[in-house]
C-alpha cells in the first residue's frame, strides 16, 4: 500500500470510513432493474476497474481480463445466448416454482449502459507453482474476488450491478473471440440505476431467503459445536441494525461521506492511484451528506 494511503491513526479506518466500507456490502445487489439511460463516464468506469486490478490474487498472478461491451448488436446476441440458456435450464427447476423462474427478472444485458465480461488466463501464471501446486483452480478464485472489488466499488459509486451466469460458456467465448485457454468467470450488467433495492430480488420474490449467520458458524471442525458468544454477538448486531435500517437507505446513490473531505485529502487519495491531477480535483468536488445505519439483514 501506498503510504500516503495509510491511516493517519494508523492502519485501521476511521468510523466514517467503516461505516463506507460495510455499507457498500450490505446494500450491494445483483441488479437486474431500475437501470437508467444514463452513461458511465470512462473516469467512473476506469476507477472500478482499478478497484478489481488491485484484487488479492494467489501468487500475485493476477490472471483477469476485462472485456468491456458496449456495441448494442453484440449485447443482442449476448441476451439470444441468455434466453436460450434458461430454457434450457428450466426443465431442472422444480416443477412447482417454474412458473416464478420464468417471472423472474434475471439479467439487464441490453437495459444497462454496458457490459463487461471478466475472464481468466489459465495459461499466465504456468511458470510458477506458487499457491497453486496443489489447488491449481486458485487463479479462478482469484479472478472472482476482482469480481467482488469491482462490484463493491461500483455500489460506492451508485452504479449498479448484475452478474448473469445463465449462459453457455462455450457459445459465449465463440461470441466473444476468447480463446482456449482462458475461461470466462462473470458477464456483468452495469449501469446507474434509480435505487437499490431495500432486499436482494430473489428473496424479495419469495425465491429464498438469507440464511441466519450463527447456524452456519462451527468450531475447530466441521460441524463443531461452540462459539456461543460469537453467535450470540452476531444474533445482537442483526437485531439492532435491523431495528435501525430504512428501506430509504437504499435509495441513495452514490454513497457519500458524512463531511467533504478536503480538496488535499481526495486529491491525495486519488493521485496515490495514479489518477491525473485534474481528474482528482474533480473527483474532490464530490457532494456531502450523511450515512445510514449499517444494514446487517
Same mark, same amino acid.
Given at each position: *500500500? ?5 491511516? &493517519? ?6 468510523? #466514517?470510513?467503516?461505516?463506507? +466500507? ?8 445483483? +441488479?437486474? =432493474?431500475?437501470?437508467?439511460?444514463? /452513461?458511465? %463516464? ?15 490474487? +494467489?501468487?500475485? *498472478? $493476477? ?10 448488436? !453484440?449485447?443482442?446476441?449476448? !441476451? ?34 454496458? @457490459?463487461?465480461?471478466?475472464?481468466? %488466463? ?19 478464485? =482469484? ?39 482462458? /475461461? ?33 458458524? #462451527? ?18 448486531? @442483526? ?9 430509504? %437507505?437504499? !435509495?441513495?446513490? &452514490?454513497? +457519500?461521506?458524512? !463531511? ?5 485529502? =481526495?486529491?491525495?487519495?486519488?493521485? =496515490?492511484?495514479?489518477?491525473? %491531477? ?6 474532490? $468536488? ?12
Amino acid at each position: *500500500m501506498p503510504e500516503a494511503m495509510t491511516a &493517519p491513526m494508523g492502519d485501521g479506518f476511521d468510523q #466514517m470510513a467503516r461505516d463506507a +466500507v460495510y455499507r457498500a456490502m450490505f446494500t450491494r445487489r445483483d +441488479v437486474r =432493474s431500475h437501470f437508467t439511460p444514463e /452513461t458511465i %463516464d470512462d473516469e467512473v468506469l476506469a476507477r472500478l476497474l482499478l478497484a478489481a486490478h488491485h484484487a488479492p490474487s +494467489v501468487g500475485f *498472478m $493476477q490472471p483477469w481480463n476485462f472485456i468491456v461491451i458496449r456495441g448494442a448488436a !453484440r449485447r443482442e446476441k449476448v !441476451r439470444d445466448l441468455f434466453l436460450a440458456a434458461r430454457e434450457q435450464e428450466l426443465p431442472a427447476i422444480e416443477e412447482e416454482r417454474q412458473a416464478l423462474y420464468r417471472k423472474l427478472k434475471l439479467e439487464g444485458i441490453c437495459e444497462s449502459a454496458l @457490459n463487461i465480461c471478466i475472464t481468466c %488466463d489459465r495459461q499466465r501464471s504456468k511458470g510458477s507453482p506458487l499457491g497453486r501446486w496443489h489447488n491449481p483452480e486458485m487463479d479462478l478464485y =482469484s479472478t472472482v474476488c476482482a469480481v467482488q472489488n469491482f462490484w463493491l466499488a461500483a455500489r460506492a459509486e451508485g452504479i449498479g450491478v448484475g452478474w448473469v451466469s445463465i449462459i453457455e460458456p462455450e457459445a459465449l467465448k465463440r461470441l466473444l473471440a476468447i480463446p482456449e485457454h482462458v /475461461t470466462p468467470i462473470a458477464y456483468l450488467c452495469v449501469g446507474r440505476v434509480s435505487e437499490f433495492a431495500p432486499k436482494p430480488d430473489l428473496e424479495t420474490h419469495g425465491w429464498g431467503r438469507r440464511l441466519p449467520l450463527p447456524e452456519l458458524i #462451527m468450531s475447530e471442525t466441521f460441524c463443531g459445536q461452540g462459539e456461543t458468544p460469537l453467535k450470540s454477538t452476531i444474533a445482537r448486531l @442483526n437485531t439492532v441494525a435491523g431495528s435501525l435500517a430504512s428501506p430509504a %437507505d437504499q !435509495r441513495v446513490a &452514490p454513497a +457519500v461521506p458524512q !463531511r467533504e473531505p478536503s480538496k488535499e485529502e =481526495s486529491a491525495l487519495s486519488l493521485r =496515490s492511484l495514479n489518477f491525473d %491531477d485534474a481528474s482528482a480535483s474533480r473527483a474532490s $468536488q464530490a457532494g456531502s451528506g450523511t450515512w445510514p445505519a449499517i444494514v446487517l439483514k
